[in-house]
């Protein structure tokens, strides 16, 4: 029997994955990998899913029909290029590699490349939703070709989650698009998990609610325009307690976050574009410095502030974190969908933001009734130049601006860190501004290296002779 798919590396995400393609109706799933014992148990565990197992690359590919289509569910680096040689080595042209990981977009664009030559569709798809996606319908953003596509899409199709009766699976541009536009989706995460927690954290704080009652807090706000995957779960987890001890299981939790490189690379990238993503940085660099115990040691006798007040009126003050949470969650975005704006115009790929949103409406980390918002605002405004100026987010900024600044202001005030909420607000407050210090900094820069600037009266580029007469002259 020939199979129609097949998926090497069958670790946790592999395996569910090749569930999830066994289950839908004309799959027929052909598993490999490295150590045939997994092979096995899989095949064992799962005799509902017709699996044909194979036991060497020459036996997958034989298992296959033409044109052969791969996807390779391995850990990024070393490991995938050793399994796209060996893949490269049986198969044929005109057949389909598909990296299913974490690569790194610049990696995909070089593997891609290579592979062409041989004749072989390479495609780095970025597929989101954790465990659990990848056995009831992920996120999926494919790159790759056009050809690749035609063949592709459909059976991805068949495995995508689903929003509102779409497939959350698009085409995002040839070679490295979907793993570009997958690496900033886990930018946002970074960002959007951050910003939950620091609103965790400001509640905690600042009306010393347990964890439990803050999950009743995050339960509410899960029924309004918050309503998020990444909500839901932090209800859960604040409402966990620790069986060794009794204590909230937050409490126990060593607070040092990690982090696998992915919120890295969107902040590299976009310093390399010159993409302003301060939300997404902040989110990076918090769990850098919660990483860094001896640091922290280090610093924990340096003063705090003299007077720490407490909000007067709590729910009030839960409010300001709601609506101060909505706002840098916007900004999140913006920025994000930014970063992928600014990648398609350097790589040349035609990247669809509105269809970018609606796939990420179902089953991926990030999902949220917030991404029907902006694939309105693309829809009404493809080429929007600022996704938090389109109509709907500037009302809700405009909206929820004085207790974003409220909440920044208690944040300083009383010595709480809240790096993305109050470096949203700053980004927010540059880009608004009709005039920035910016044309100070140009003044430095022609000051001391004679750097030039440009005047707001009249074009050209101009010097300052600032050791001589100082009189300006015309570069
Ligand atoms: C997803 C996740 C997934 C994973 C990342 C981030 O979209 O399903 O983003 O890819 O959780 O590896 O993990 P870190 O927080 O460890 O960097």
């Not at 893949?87 to 891609?112: K, Q, S, W």
């Not at 909206?399 to 790096?419: C, L």
């Not at 608004?432 to 074009?459: I, N, S």
């Amino acid at each position: 029997r020939a199979a129609n798919i097949g998926v090497v590396g069958l670790a946790v995400m592999g395996a569910n994955l090749a569930r999830n393609l066994a289950s839908r109706e004309g799959n027929t799933v052909a598993v490999l990998n490295r150590s045939r014992s997994r092979t096995d148990e899989l095949i064992a565990a799962h005799p509902e899913a017709g699996f044909v197992p194979a036991h060497s690359f020459e036996e997958f590919a034989t298992s296959l029909a033409r044109p052969r289509t791969a996807i390779i569910m391995v850990q990024a680096g070393a490991a995938t290029d050793a399994t796209i040689d060996e893949l490269v080595r049986v198969f044929e042209p005109g057949d389909i590699i598909v990296d299913g990981g974490n690569a790194y977009f610049p990696d995909t664009i070089r593997r891609e490349r290579a592979v062409r030559q041989t004749g072989i569709n390479f495609v780095g798809a970025g597929i989101s939703g954790g465990e659990e996606g990848a056995l009831h319908g992920p996120s999926i953003m494919p790159g790759g070709s056009d050809d690749a596509w035609e063949t592709l899409g459909p059976i991805l199709r068949s495995i995508a989650a689903v929003a509102e009766g779409e497939p959350c699976v698009a085409h995002m541009g040839h070679d490295g698009a979907g793993h570009f536009v997958k690496m900033v989706h886990n930018g946002i995460e970074y960002a959007d998990m951050q910003l939950i927690a620091e609103a965790y954290d400001l509640i905690r704080r600042g009306t010393g609610k347990t964890p439990a009652e803050i999950a009743e807090v995050f339960a509410e706000w899960n029924r309004g325009e918050l309503e998020s995957y990444l909500i839901e779960i932090t209800a859960e987890v604040l409402r966990q307690v620790d069986a060794a001890t009794g204590a909230p299981l937050v409490d126990v939790i060593l607070d040092q976050a990690g982090a696998k490189g992915t919120g890295a690379w969107t902040v590299q990238t976009a310093l390399s574009l010159g993409v302003p993503v301060s939300g997404i940085a902040e989110a990076t660099f918090a769990r850098s410095l919660s990483a860094h115990p001896e640091q922290r040691a280090a610093a924990a006798n340096l003063p705090g502030p003299a007077v720490i007040p407490d909000p007067a009126d709590h729910s009030a003050f839960i409010e300001d974190v709601r609506q101060a949470l909505y706002a840098s969650k916007i900004v999140a975005y913006s920025q994000g969908f930014d970063e992928i704006r600014a990648g398609a115009a350097e790589y040349d790929w035609s990247i669809d933001l509105g269809a970018v949103a609606r796939i990420w409406r179902a089953g991926c980390i990030i999902r949220a009734q917030f991404l029907n918002r902006i694939a309105d605002a693309y829809a009404q405004q493809p080429e929007l130049p600022l996704l938090m100026a389109a109509p709907y987010f500037a009302e809700a900024l405009g909206r929820g601006q004085e207790s974003w600044r409220r909440v920044v202001i208690h944040a300083t005030r009383t010595g709480t860190p809240a790096p993305a909420f109050s470096s949203s607000l700053a980004y927010y407050d540059g880009l608004r501004a009709e005039r920035l210090p910016a044309a100070l900094v140009q003044g430095q820069r022609d000051f001391f290296g004679a750097h030039t600037y440009q005047r707001v009266d009249r074009p050209g580029r101009f010097h300052t002779l600032w050791s001589g007469d100082r009189s300006e002259t015309e570069a």
